[in-house]
């Protein structure tokens, strides 16, 4: 460390008393935004039903896919769920669906089937439209994107902190490794490639069972995973990173008893935030929308 | 000897760099012979639980492919290979054994305290059980056992698996020697963590955003959690290659974390707990947090 840069401790945390309060998540005001950055607030809608898996197991595809109808219409003020993915895409557009297949937790396949319906049924031919992950690069339909969707399960994760929708782009790039320093702080940087840049339009982080915590090189138990029961839906996946990042770290403190912090701390967030410009992290600047089941919703 | 004396006399590759070349290549071979013995002497069967063909071994690029996420971790421990092998039962859940090769004894131990939740149940030099999940540490292998769903059986199947591994490795590893310098009056032994990666320090305590203790694969690092009657602290100890560079390391730590340190490099924390730092040639001693200036002031004078 040279010279005087500005640098985040854990002393400003203590400072404020956000530690506690916020569990070390978004809890210092920015006074570092990037510039150019919206000041509106941007708009989450969390939508839940506690119908929509069975406990841990099977998802019931006709509520979750009602969940998503519901939560786009009212995440971009549309008048119903054809109007909502018509704001989406339109015929003459070709539509990349950024999945996650961590086999573990992956993205449901009933979601990315009714995600491609609907984009059917707004007009975008079959043939223009793709769902994929590991193989985004080579992949023609994204190659050709003129519209992206990003879509993955919220987890915990042993060296972001979080499995987030703005780690979920890291396919994008051909060595996601060089990402991976300080914690992979500097993801946001990847959403400003040409093969990404402005393309997204619709985020959707699952939280049907989303995973808290993560032990040993597997990182996943299903002890450490609850039936939430809950879809976050935002054009900005900022914010609707945010909004998962805060229930992820609610769960943990109700879950052990204290404040156990996200580990590392998800720098990324904040960084897409405030170095990135890519949206909002912080609670005074999100529109938080709660629709359905409200008990347990941590948030 | 300067390099071209070095080209000269083994026309065309240093010295130093052949040595070096041949050492590298003997240490990998030496390392994928014994990952291999090992694996040719481990159980086919585990109670009911048969053992699958096709075992894999990953070496430290191909690991990504294996253990998506918690390989960066892996890596900061210097990981060499990982051998992985899958148990199965009609109807029951697959039982995963990762050896890890981490090419020392020392970030065998520390890969071990990176997850030390859980209770002991007395294999290899040290282990934890928790839901789900069986590690222990021994010469320089670390050893993973996961159920992919928890019973009772499937617990009992992972515990004589372990003991059968443990069995089969025959050395003993030494811990870290940074560890012995911890101060002893008031440790608690089962928080202590090894480690030479900011982003792991920051997984256990988060420090900063930036690494401000210049902590890398050439520093040595101890954290750990101290109780002394009724106060608590917790204390970091960093080895580095030069004075110079603790030196400036301890400037960096008052710079950014405590810049209203007094004379004695310590200062009450808006929280009311105390942090301060002293240096003795290569070796940093902070105390991050203790509940007094007392506490804190003890802890750096019996750093051993």
């Keep these: 460390m040279t010279g005087k840069k500005r640098v985040i401790t854990r002393r400003d945390f203590i400072r404020t008393g956000s530690w506690a309060v916020m569990g070390s998540l978004m809890g210092l005001p920015l006074a570092h935004r990037a510039g150019g950055q919206t000041a509106q607030k941007s708009r989450v809608v969390l939508i839940r039903n506690q119908n929509a898996t069975e406990g841990h197991g099977a998802l019931n595809p006709g509520t979750v896919v009602q969940m998503l109808d519901d939560a786009l219409t009212v995440a971009l003020g549309a008048e119903d769920p054809v109007s909502a993915w018509r704001k989406i895409a339109n015929p003459g557009d070709t539509v990349g669906i950024k999945s996650n297949v961590w086999f573990r937790l992956p993205t449901?396949?009933?979601?990315?089937?009714?995600?491609?319906?609907?984009?059917?049924?707004?007009?975008v031919a079959p043939q223009n439209i793709s769902v994929d992950d590991r193989g985004v690069k080579s992949n023609p339909v994204f190659k050709r994107s003129t519209v992206l969707i990003?879509?993955?399960?919220?987890?915990?994760?042993h060296w972001s902190g979080l499995g987030s929708l703005l780690k979920n782009y890291i396919m994008f790039v051909p060595q996601p490794w060089i990402y991976h320093g300080n914690a992979c702080e500097r993801l946001g940087a990847i959403w400003q490639k040409p093969q990404v840049a402005g393309k997204t339009r619709l985020n959707i982080l699952v939280m049907l069972t989303p995973l808290f915590h993560g032990v040993g090189p597997h990182h996943f138990s299903r002890g450490y995973t609850w039936p939430y029961g809950g879809l976050i839906v935002s054009t900005d996946p900022v914010s609707a990173d945010a909004i998962g990042a805060r229930i992820i770290q609610a769960k943990r403190n109700q879950y052990f008893g204290e404040d156990r912090p996200i580990s590392p701390r998800p720098l990324h967030i904040e960084a897409a935030d405030i170095k990135f410009g890519l949206g909002n992290s912080h609670p005074d600047r999100i529109e938080l929308i709660k629709l359905g089941w409200h008990e347990n919703i941590l948030i | 000897m300067n390099n071209s004396s070095r080209t000269r006399t083994f026309g065309g590759l240093s010295g130093f760099a052949t040595v070096s070349i041949i050492f590298l290549f003997m240490t990998q071979i030496t390392h994928a012979l014994s990952l291999e013995s090992l694996q040719a002497d481990l159980p086919k069967q585990v109670d009911r639980?048969?053992?699958?063909?096709?075992?894999?071994?990953y070496d430290e690029k191909t690991i990504f492919s294996y253990i998506d996420g918690a390989a960066e971790v892996y890596k900061a421990y210097n990981m060499k290979q990982c051998l992985s092998r899958r148990y199965t039962i009609s109807g029951g859940p697959e039982i995963i054994l990762d050896i890890f090769d981490m090419g020392s004894s020392e970030d065998a131990y520390g890969i071990f305290t990176h997850d030390i939740d859980g209770t002991k149940v007395g294999i290899g030099q040290e282990d934890r059980l928790r839901p789900g999940w069986l590690s222990f540490w021994k010469d320089r292998f670390f050893v993973s056992i996961y159920m992919e769903e928890e019973s009772g059986a499937a617990e009992q199947a992972v515990l004589e698996l372990g003991r059968q591994v443990a069995g089969k490795i025959s050395g003993k590893g030494t811990r870290p020697?940074?560890?012995?310098?911890?101060?002893?009056?008031g440790l608690q032994n089962d928080t202590v963590r090894y480690l030479h990666h900011p982003v792991v320090l920051n997984y256990h305590y988060y420090l900063a955003d930036e690494n401000i203790l210049n902590i890398s694969a050439d520093t040595d690092v101890a954290l750990a959690q101290y109780q002394l009657g009724n106060q608590t602290a917790r204390m970091l100890l960093v080895k580095y290659p030069t004075p110079e560079e603790a030196m400036r390391s301890q400037a960096d730590f008052l710079n950014y974390y405590?810049?209203?340190?007094?004379?004695?490099g310590?200062?009450?924390?808006?929280n009311g707990q105390w942090a301060a730092v002293s240096r003795k040639g290569h070796l940093l001693a902070v105390v991050l947090e203790a509940d007094s200036r007392e506490l804190a002031e003890h802890l750096l004078q019996n750093v051993h």
């Design chain 2, 177 to 185: 020697a940074i560890i012995s310098q911890l101060p002893s009056a």
């Design chain 1, 150 to 157: 990003n879509i993955r399960p919220m987890r915990t994760h």
């Design chain 2, 258 to 264: 405590i810049p209203d340190a007094d004379k004695k």
């Design chain 2, 49 to 57: 639980w048969s053992a699958q063909t096709g075992d894999r071994i």
């Design chain 2, 266 to 270: 310590a200062a009450l924390l808006e």
């Design chain 1, 108 to 123: 449901p396949p009933e979601l990315e089937k009714a995600i491609t319906a609907r984009l059917v049924e707004a007009g």
